[in-house]
């Protein structure tokens, strides 16, 4: 796991200028990569590399990379996990291989099947640029999930090309100005991140998941060589679910491939219990990591300890305290590399297996995404169409029915009622996704931004239009708003957040439930074999095959939380006033914010991210 930064200039004309903006992208990213550093420019293009090494620990493992006769050059961040099959067919074709790192392979793969068939046959998570002198050309990739962030800015001076494996790189750089973008903030209060591909860096963006980047000869064109949505097509469901069990385990499997120590983190849940047991089946005394606290509500150390029990692991718990929290927030800040209103979670859980020793961690995020494993999956799946009893309500009605429950919502504090407004004019499940996963509610956000209705409205419908411009027309119920889950929640929040919060600590976090492989089998299952009844995500329990994950499955779901709201509570004042002195919000709007939070009537989460948002202005 890395942290890469370049410049391209297709014309050519790289100046000292450039490589010291380079130098400066690569330091801030030094937490990314602190094993390693190098570089390499010509007259099209500096490349910058940092390293934390995974694969092959040797001097042959450094980057920048390149062929035999020095022509392509590469700089890699991520995992490829089929790179010794494609390693042996490489090598049957006549290439000259001098390091076993998988980073080698993406060149002499791209010699070999060009862009599109290189990225096909990778399985793995990914953002890397590779520099081919022979076209002057410049390519960006990303993983089909985008597990591994990338992002790039086209309007540097003299059409160059700028990309970062985080926005502040590029920032730092000063190829970027840092100017606010006010679409991306808008679209963090909307959505409690901001979503792809915008940032909240004017001119900065976010090259999507399953997608690449060619620029030469002055131009930049973007193709997407993975679309979700050609793999969701229902196939033979009893021949599929039936498959998931060994490509469940295959995945495991190559996921705990590293020459540096390995854990898994453990909560008290299927998706982390269910990663140990199918681990547990190759790997002998498997390290474990949970997080406990003092507020015996919040922990899961009794669960986790049965696990881990159970499948004879290298147990360890890591307690954090209010103190603790407290203590981190500067830093947990600084770590943010575009706002979030969650997260904090891993950054203690990366620092806790930094201390434990370890260099790669195993995570079961995913499961819920691609197994259905919210609660409103539940819901959604009981009705075929759950918009067609609104959409067939005369609109008078609808909106004032809506009104209504927007007015209950403000009257008792119940922030999802008031989100119900964003169906008052349009009817989708993008709205939908708004109405039941959103963050703030529309006069919320009208308030802290003070802005107008028009302008608001305005904003809301360009987010809403790009889910939907990605979203299958034909789908309906729970496989719609599971599209939407996945590229809007799972991208821009949970692996953005796990991507940052963990490099900040110098740990590789890895996510085998989201290997191609096994989604690919998963998003083609029936509905009803995912269906929530007796046990939560009956597909994937089914396919880990164990029995006590079975149990796990059919207790109450508890997600992976911290006691925030009380940790904050104690120390509010001082939150407070880092919040209200943010030049991005209405300080009346802070205020009164924090005043409903102090009196139960507001999730801890909406004035965290007040004070998130004072950190970037």
């Not at 840092?178 to 901001?194: A, K």
């Not at 305290?321 to 407290?326: L, N, Q, S």
């Not at 104690?570 to 209405?586: P, S, W």
Request: proline residues 3%; glycine residues 8%; hydrophobic residues 40%.
């Amino acid at each position: 796991m890395c942290g890469i930064a370049g410049l391209f200039r297709s014309e050519g004309g790289i100046h000292a200028a450039d490589v010291a903006a380079i130098g400066r992208a690569v330091q801030v990213q030094s937490h990314r990569g602190p094993d390693d550093s190098g570089f390499y420019q010509d007259s099209h293009v500096v490349l910058g590399f940092r390293r934390l090494s995974i694969i092959d620990l040797s001097p042959a493992g450094h980057q920048p990379m390149t062929n035999e006769d020095d022509t392509i050059w590469v700089i890699f961040n991520g995992e490829i996990y089929n790179y010794l099959e494609l390693r042996a067919e490489v090598l049957a074709r006549g290439h000259c291989l001098r390091s076993h790192s998988d980073t080698e392979i993406l060149i002499h793969g791209y010699e070999e099947w060009g862009m599109d068939g290189l990225l096909q046959r990778l399985r793995g998570m990914f953002g890397f640029a590779l520099y081919d002198s022979r076209s002057s050309a410049c390519f960006l990739a990303r993983d089909r999930f985008g597990i591994k962030p990338l992002y790039y800015c086209s309007d540097v001076s003299g059409g160059a090309l700028a990309f970062a494996s985080e926005v502040k790189a590029l920032v730092a750089s000063g190829l970027s100005a840092g100017e606010t973008e006010r679409q991306g903030i808008i679209g963090f209060l909307l959505f409690g991140s901001v979503p792809a591909p915008a940032t909240s860096v004017r001119g900065v963006e976010c090259l999507m998941p399953g997608h690449y980047l060619a620029a030469s000869r002055g131009k930049v064109a973007i193709h997407q060589y993975w679309d979700p949505r050609r793999t969701s097509e229902t196939g033979d469901g009893a021949a599929d679910e039936s498959r998931l069990a060994g490509i469940l385990e295959d995945s495991v499997n190559r996921h705990l491939v590293s020459d540096v120590p390995v854990g898994v983190f453990l909560s008290g849940g299927v998706d982390s219990a269910g990663i140990v047991a199918l681990a547990a089946r190759t790997r002998s005394r498997l390290a474990t990591l949970t997080v406990v606290f003092d507020e015996s509500e919040f922990s899961e150390a009794a669960v986790a300890q049965q696990v881990a029990q159970r499948f004879h692991t290298d147990h360890r718990e890591v307690r954090v305290t209010a103190e603790d929290f407290v203590r981190e927030v500067p830093s947990v800040l600084a770590a943010m590399d575009q706002p979030t209103n969650d997260g904090v979670n891993t950054y203690f859980v990366s620092r806790a297996a930094k201390q434990a020793g370890l260099t790669v961690v195993l995570s079961g995020l995913g499961g819920d995404e691609i197994f259905w494993g919210y609660g409103h999956y539940r819901w959604l799946l009981t009705r075929k169409n759950p918009l067609h009893w609104l959409g067939s309500t005369p609109s008078m009605l609808r909106n004032g029915l809506l009104n209504g429950a927007v007015a209950y919502g403000r009257l008792r504090g119940r922030e999802n009622w008031k989100r119900l407004a964003f169906l008052k004019n349009r009817l989708s499940y993008e709205a939908l996704y708004l109405a039941v996963r959103g963050f703030f509610a529309p006069e919320q956000i009208a308030r802290l931004l003070d802005m107008d209705a028009r302008e608001l409205s305005h904003a809301v419908d360009g987010h809403l239009d790009f889910l939907s411009a990605g979203s299958d027309s034909h789908a309906e119920g729970a496989p719609a708003f599971s599209q939407i889950e996945v590229r809007r929640y799972m991208h821009d929040q949970l692996l953005r957040d796990t991507d940052v919060f963990s490099m900040a600590h110098s740990i590789e976090v890895r996510v085998p439930y989201l290997d191609h492989c096994v989604t690919d089998v998963a998003f083609r299952l029936p509905s009803e074999t995912k269906r929530p009844q007796a046990m939560n995500k009956p597909a994937l329990v089914r396919a880990i095959g164990d029995d006590l994950v079975s149990s796990l499955s059919r207790q109450r779901k508890q997600g992976f939380t911290f006691p925030f709201a009380h940790w904050m509570l104690k120390h509010a004042g001082d939150l407070e006033e880092k919040a209200v002195h943010t030049k991005l919000l209405e300080p009346r709007a802070v205020r009164k914010l924090w005043s409903a939070f102090a009196a139960g009537r507001l999730h801890w989460s909406r004035a965290w991210a007040t004070v998130v948002l004072a950190q970037s202005s």
